[in-house]
T-cell receptor
Framework: KAGVTQTPRYLIKTRGQQVTLSCSPISGHRSVSWYQQTPGQGLQFLFEYFSETQRNKGNFPGRFSGRQFSNSRSEMNVSTLELGDSALYLC?????????????FGPGTRLTVL | AQSVTQLGSHVSVSEGALVLLRCNYSSSVPPYLFWYVQYPNQGLQLLLKYTTGATLVKGINGFEAEFKKSETSFHLTKPSAHMSDAAEYFCAVILHDDYKLSFGAGTTVTVRA
């Protein structure tokens, strides 16, 4: 079974631009979560989607948004990029069935904002 | 409030020595507990998890962890370190009725030959 895939793997943008990141979960997984990883703040939760509904959102400004499609694929968007948005963005999928709570991570998208 | 505390941001061990990474959580109800490993330029890989049942959990690559409710701890151990264990390790929790992982700050493991 294929793992979580994220595209693109690397992105370079300039301040003020916007960016869209994509995540394809493991087949059959309906929950997709997004995390931001930076050296200063560590791993922080952005949001979680299940069956196209956002169920949980972390403490990030409204410039960060996401959505999930009917096939469970998810995208996140960051508008008006700031230098501090440079980070590794990780997507994780979860089955959430039978008491299973583990999340499986993709390789991440490395975003650099210049 | 910080849910997970990892003691020690860096641990250096000799090849063949015991690896011990400490993790404590702060929750009145024991959460679901996880250890993840991250190699350079990669995502996170699940090492092991505790949800219910046996408190000693065995994971991949020879790692194991013991859930101790009285100590609110979930320390990770490996009896004999290999060079390939050099990586960053994260302890994480999911609180009941929640869907997000809360991570500790991470511990970087260096293995000396």
């Amino acid at each position: 079974k294929a793992g979580v895939t994220q595209t693109p793997r690397y992105l370079i943008k300039t301040r003020g631009q916007q960016v869209t990141l994509s995540c394809s979960p493991i087949s059959g997984h309906r929950s997709v979560s997004w995390y931001q990883q930076t050296p200063g703040q560590g791993l922080q939760f952005l949001f979680e989607y299940f069956s196209e509904t956002q169920r949980n959102k972390g403490n990030f400004p409204g410039r960060f948004s996401g959505r999930q499609f009917s096939n469970s694929r998810s995208e996140m968007n960051v508008s008006t990029l700031e230098l501090g948005d440079s980070a590794l963005y990780l997507c994780a999928s979860s089955l959430l069935a039978g008491g299973s709570h583990e999340q499986f991570f993709g390789p991440g998208t490395r975003l650099t904002v210049l | 409030a910080q849910s997970v505390t990892q003691l020690g941001s860096h641990v250096s061990v000799s090849e063949g020595a015991l690896v011990l990474l400490r993790c404590n959580y702060s929750s009145s109800v024991p959460p679901y507990l996880f250890w993840y490993v991250q190699y350079p330029n990669q995502g996170l890989q699940l090492l092991l998890k505790y949800t219910t049942g046996a408190t000693l959990v065995k994971g991949i690559n020879g790692f194991e962890a013991e859930f101790k409710k009285s100590e609110t701890s979930f320390h990770l151990t490996k009896p004999s370190a290999h060079m390939s264990d050099a990586a960053e390790y994260f302890c994480a929790v999911i609180l009941h009725d929640d869907y997000k992982l809360s991570f500790g700050a991470g511990t970087t493991v260096t293995v000396r030959a």
